[in-house]
């Protein structure tokens, strides 16, 4: 799996949960402040996520998951056990995703690099 991100975004906690769960991750870095985003091997951004936003996570079979909540909460199901997070259809789970949303959608917009 490749994590495309950029520094000081939002794309740290993805590899955040990836290095608690001991999930290999191969990473790419994403120029954030040019248009067209050019990531670090000379790829158009545009390609991979046509937002242009990080996080993104390309999966070994080509599938691009967007948006950082739902890339955590993938990367925490591939380990249960890990325990990131709680288990899909439980009400933890939907208070995990409210948490996840609210941090989203209103701490996040205060801060942008």
Not at 9 to 26: D, K, R, Y
Not at 79 to 96: M, N, T
Request: glycine share 8%.
């Amino acid at each position: 799996m490749k994590l495309y991100y950029a520094t000081g975004t939002c794309s740290l906690s993805p590899h955040i949960v990836a290095i608690e769960a001991g999930i290999a991750l191969e990473l790419e870095r994403v120029d954030i402040k040019n248009i067209p985003r050019i990531t670090e091997t000379g790829a158009d951004y545009a390609r991979v996520n046509p937002n242009l936003y990080v996080p993104a996570l390309e999966l070994g079979d080509g599938t691009v998951l967007l948006e950082g909540t739902a890339i955590l909460q993938y990367l925490a199901d591939l380990r249960p056990q890990s325990g990131l997070a709680p288990p899909a259809g439980s009400l933890a789970r939907v208070q995990l995703q409210s948490w996840l949303g609210f941090i989203a959608t209103e701490l996040h917009k205060v801060f942008s690099p």
